[in-house]
């Protein structure tokens, strides 16, 4: 029983000795724990910095710096694309059987200094064969100037207002809150219409058209969607997106409200 004892006790003096190693290797394997935490924390945050900046990359490219120009034919949007681009309306005059298509940075910011965000423009033909092209476009466009011939403008009132009926109708459109100006073209001519004028007129011809295409389509809801507000005469402000006027001259470079307008769309 003595020696059992003595046994005994030697091993609680043994252990008491072993003691301060275990201490020893407990607080490197902590340490080897705290290290293993810092890497993964720093790695999970040079991850998420990685994420952070691929998403920021995808959704850059995702904001749209694309402008439309429609309306019918002759009313100017050729012009128009020249002068945003080049400073001077050459070209024109023929009717356009392709889209012009470019991205720069207006003429006007040419000789402004730091970087620029350059604006897409997409010159739409007007001819009614063409139109359908309309909606390839459209998906990508954060805006549109609808160009309407202010001079010879009473006899293609009905058509301007069918175009643009068409276009405040498209689905993207309102979708997307697409913002349109109606820009009224050729004002360097005294006989020119005011935008007033024009805005009211389109806006009455718009209204005429929404009762008879309501009727029409009543069969097809989920070709269009609704413009206005039923019961009440049609007026631009009721539309979703903005719809606003200006007058310019494409010819004599008398733009910079239209140039204003893309710059509210696409910020420099
Ligand atoms: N007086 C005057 N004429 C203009 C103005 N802008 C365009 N025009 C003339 O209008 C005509 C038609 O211009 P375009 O720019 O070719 O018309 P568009 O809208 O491109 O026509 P499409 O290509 O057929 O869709 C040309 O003869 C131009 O010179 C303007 O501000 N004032
Ligand atoms: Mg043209």
């Known amino acids: 029983a003595e020696e059992e004892s003595a046994a005994a006790e030697e091993e609680q003096v043994s252990s008491s000795v072993s003691s301060p190693r275990q201490w020893d290797s407990w ?32 959704f850059r490219r995702k904001v749209s710096n694309t402008i439309l120009l429609v309306g019918l034919s002759d009313a100017g949007k050729t012009t128009l694309f020249y002068q945003l681009r080049d400073g001077s309306a050459h070209q024109g005059s023929v009717t356009s059987m392709e889209p012009n298509d470019d991205e720069f940075i207006l003429h006007s910011e040419s000789t402004k200094k730091g970087k620029i965000k350059p604006v ?39 058509s301007a207002a069918e175009y643009l009926y068409e ?50 389509s009543s069969a097809d809801v989920t070709s269009e969607i609704s413009l206005g507000v039923e019961g009440e005469p049609f007026k631009f402000s ?13 010819l004599n470079g008398q733009v910079e ?8 769309q696409v910020k420099p």
Request: proline fraction near 4%; charged fraction near 25%; hydrophobic fraction near 50%.
């Open 27 to 58: 607080t490197k394997q902590l340490q080897h724990e705290e290290v293993a935490l810092f890497f993964t924390f720093v790695v999970l945050f040079v991850t998420l910095v990685f994420f952070y900046f691929v998403i920021r990359v995808a």
């Open 120 to 158: 897409r423009i997409i010159d739409v033909p007007g001819h009614a064969r063409l139109r359908p092209k309309l909606d390839d476009f459209l998906p990508k466009a954060c805006g549109l100037v609808f160009v309407v011939d202010a001079l010879d403008f009473m006899p293609h009132l009905r």
């Open 167 to 216: 276009v405040l109708t498209k689905t993207v459109v309102a979708r997307k809150k697409i913002p349109v100006l109606l820009a009224c073209n050729k004002m360097d001519k005294i006989t020119a219409h005011s935008t007033d004028f024009i805005r009211k007129q389109l806006e009455k011809e718009i209204n005429k058209l929404r009762l008879t295409r309501s009727a029409i």
């Open 238 to 250: 009721q539309c979703v997106n903005q719809v606003s006027t200006t007058e310019m001259s494409a």
């Open 257 to 264: 409200e239209v140039e204003r307008f893309i710059r509210e």
